[in-house]
């Protein structure tokens, strides 16, 4: 089984994060690979794939090296900085610098995916040191990639504005200056090829209608061009996405060909201390990255930020942040890295943790990977927390979740586990039980299904697809029944608490027993989110009481989603996280 290593590299000031992965001695090769993200969600999207990418090469004997680009992830700086498209390629070469260095390889081969494809595409193009080039659905034309990015963020937002001059897309934030420099791109016209090999793996989704590879043949590069299905799913929502198995495959066999060809010796790693840091450390923050027990052969993986004043006092507050979904420990939007420098540099420990099975812990033994509402997250979060409290000394507990994350953090509550609060953003649901499923319709979801069916209730269309199976009608009927119930099930919910008879899921209940604990609930949800209804009609006038006692708190950011997709909501959640944050001495 290889080796996973994470740590820090670059120069100081500049530090990027990267993730080593380092074949068994007897299965070594020659040649190495440099794992280049794509931009923004799509990198959220394919996080868990690259991972099996570098996992998978590493295990056919190449040292990878996966990393986060400069101003992305869990690396130094953010999108606002000055000359980042400078500092992404600066970051290519450095990857591949660090890769020789602590792999002891001669060449390596850059697999990059989208605008990462391209980036190593520009970094290797002045190197001899670049064996070949995996181009995963390269962007070869950057102004088409820039309208498809505006498109995507005019479809966030009808009015498709920032308060800033800036480019925003799937939630992440594009300067002006990075969008001219890559508008200007188009890897038809680069004055030398980027390597002597170019495998291109086009999309399975749609043509991409520009004919890169002739133009590598005229310039005298081996090109292969393949079409492995995998990528619409790689880039799929990360609960949803899959891992591309013939497209790992197909990559692995290709670089195992590569280095058959050129031959080059396996040479033993050297410490990877001589050529990395251990900690990110900038404007008084520190940044460690941590693999915490988790019973068994499991660890779960996160990322400690807290204040570079020296010593660790004891009794400092911590900030314990969840999963959102199923994306890493980076938070939704990369908010959590944000949050975590912005209050460790105030006196607060950080750790963004990624709960078994998701992002960069491995999933717990006989486990699957990728499930967002697992039943191991408690004892995930009681791990996170004993990490904290007893290896740290944290003093107080506070937890922080959106979506499932919002979930786990107050059925954490409900628990009794040792935290002084909970703020719970946007949860769907307050109920998960064995054997339910993300494609199950949810009791979120039955408001807007009910609209839509009765709306279409009296056109053509929808019974002309009921005649031809194109409609589940049992999921129509599951709908107006489940629907219909919503509105009997608070008047004998009251009723049952009345009799005092025991009740299954009662949302009231659990408010109360988390509250009766000792700890504090915060509900944070965008205006019209499904959730605060069913907290009203589930919690029923538990949560007034609570609210009036004022052991509870209820909060809402106007004109933003789910996850808070444009900059101007997220700045109003920050703001209003801020006020509700802890406070140190």
Same mark, same amino acid.
């Given at each position: ?28 090769? /020659? ?29 056919? /004997? ?14 130094? /700086? ?10 992404? !390629? ?14 002891? *390889? ?80 188009d890897l038809r016209r680069l004055p030398q090829p980027p390597a002597p090999r ?22 005298? *590069?081996?090109?292969?061009v393949e079409r492995w299905p995998g990528y619409a799913a790689m880039t799929a ?39 990395? *840091? ?25 990322? @400690? ?19 959102? /979904? ?45 499930? *967002? ?92 697809? !009921? ?13 107006? !029944? ?38 504090? @609930? ?44 444009? @900059? ?18």
């Open positions: 089984m290889s080796q996973a290593q994470p740590f820090y590299f670059g120069p100081d000031g500049a530090r990027l994060f990267g993730w080593l992965h380092l074949p068994e001695h007897d299965k070594r090769r /020659g040649i190495g690979v440099v794992v280049c993200n794509p931009y923004g969600f799509e990198e959220v999207c394919a996080h868990r794939s690259l991972r099996h990418f570098a996992t998978a090469l590493s295990e056919a /004997g190449h040292p990878t090296l996966r990393f986060d680009h400069a101003c992305c992830g869990d690396s130094d /700086g953010d999108e606002f900085d000055p000359d980042v498209p400078a500092r992404w !390629l600066a970051g290519v070469g450095a990857a591949i610098d660090t890769l020789k260095a602590a792999a002891g *390889v001669q060449q390596v081969v850059l697999l990059g995916v989208r605008l990462g494809a391209t980036l190593a595409a520009l970094a290797a193009g002045s190197r001899d040191d670049v064996a070949g080039l995996v181009a995963i659905a390269p962007v070869v034309r950057g102004r088409g990639y820039i309208r498809e990015l505006r498109m995507l963020g005019q479809s966030e937002s009808p009015a498709g504005t920032s308060p800033l001059d800036v480019l925003e897309s799937a939630g992440f934030v594009m300067t002006r200056g990075t969008e001219a420099y890559l508008s200007q791109i170019v495998l291109i793996v086009e999309r399975d989704d749609l043509e991409s209608g520009l004919d890169w590879h002739t133009e590598l043949q005229r310039q005298g *590069v081996q090109v292969q929502d990360p609960q949803r996405a899959e891992v591309p198995l013939q497209m790992v495959d197909g990559v692995v066999r290709t670089v195992a060909l590569w280095d058959a060809t050129l031959g080059l010796p396996a040479v033993a790693p050297k410490p990877l201390s001589d050529h990395s *840091v251990l900690h990110l450390t900038r404007a008084g923050v520190r940044e460690t990255p941590v693999c915490l027990s988790a019973g068994g052969s499991a660890s779960l993986f996160g990322v @400690l930020t807290e204040p570079d004043t020296g010593p660790r006092p004891r009794g400092r507050p911590a900030v314990l942040m969840l999963n959102s /979904g199923a994306v890493h420990h980076i938070g939704p939007n990369r908010l959590w890295v944000r949050l975590a420098r912005q209050w460790a540099a105030r006196g607060v420990t950080v750790l963004r943790i990624d709960l078994s099975g998701v992002g960069d812990s491995a999933a717990r033994p006989g486990a699957p990977e990728n499930v *967002v509402y697992s039943a191991h997250a408690m004892q995930d979060v009681a791990d996170a927390l004993a990490y904290l409290r007893d290896g740290l000394g944290a003093g107080e507990c506070h937890l922080l979740g959106l979506c499932s994350g919002g979930y786990h953090a107050f059925k954490a509550a409900v628990a009794g586990q040792p935290v002084a609060s909970s703020t719970v953003i946007n949860p769907l649901t307050y109920f998960w039980h064995d054997g339910d499923t993300l494609s199950d319709v949810k009791d979120y979801e039955l408001g807007a299904l009910t609209s839509r069916y009765r709306d279409k209730l009296f056109t053509r269309e929808p019974w002309l697809k !009921l005649l031809r199976g194109e409609l589940d009608a049992r999921v129509i009927v599951e709908v107006a !029944l489940r629907r219909a119930w919503s509105h009997v099930a608070p008047h004998l919910l009251r009723l049952a608490r009345a009799l005092h008879v025991p009740i299954r899921d009662d949302l009231a209940a659990e408010l109360t027993q988390a509250v009766q604990r000792g700890i504090r @609930l915060r509900f944070v949800f965008a205006a019209k989110a499904p959730g605060y209804e069913l907290l009203r009609r589930q919690g029923g006038q538990a949560i007034d009481r609570l609210l009036e006692r004022q052991l509870a708190s209820l909060d809402f950011v106007p004109d933003a989603d789910h996850t808070f997709t444009r @900059l101007e909501a997220r700045e109003r959640l920050v703001a209003l996280l801020d006020r509700l944050g802890p406070r140190t001495a």
